[in-house]
Structure formats: C-alpha cells, structure tokens
C-alpha cells in the first residue's frame, strides 16, 4: 500500500455496500471505528497508520471475536 495513488477495489466486489465508500474504497466509519462492519465482517488495514494502525485493528477484531464467542457459549451452556 506504499504505492502512491492506491485505491481500494474492495467496494467494487464487496457485496455488503454499506462499510466501504466508493470513491476511495476505505471504511465509511473514520478510524478507530472503520474495523467492524456488519454480520462479523471486518477490515484489517485500511486505516491509513501502516503496520500500527493494521495491528490495532486486528487486536480490536480479536477481542470482539472473543466477546461474541464467549457470549455464544455462555449462551450455549445455559
């Protein structure tokens, strides 16, 4: 993504319309926030902070992964 003039295709094969804009192809929602999208979809990297800013949005990922995932299994276990 060094490249200048990069441009995300993701909203052009996404099908889930709302989370990505067209015109620049990064998340609707600014950073921190643009990491969650919709029906556990989430995007790694489309920040704009490099390597840090990709590494915190993996760590905010894994924590909602793990917070969903012990809720479905409290859930699971009553």
């Known amino acids: 993504m060094l490249a200048s003039g990069y441009k ?11 989370m990505f804009c067209k015109d620049d192809g990064l998340p609707r ?7 969650k999208g919709e029906i ?13 800013g990709a590494s915190m949005d993996a760590k905010r990922i ?7 995932w012990k809720a479905e299994a409290k859930h699971l276990s009553i």
Do not use: C, H, M
């Open 40 to 52: 556990g979809l989430y995007a790694v990297g489309f920040t704009k902070r490099g390597l840090l």
């Open 62 to 68: 894994a924590q909602d992964i793990e917070r969903r």
């Open 8 to 18: 995300s295709n993701v909203p052009y094969w996404l099908k889930e319309g709302d």
């Open 29 to 35: 929602r600014p950073f921190p926030n643009g990491w």
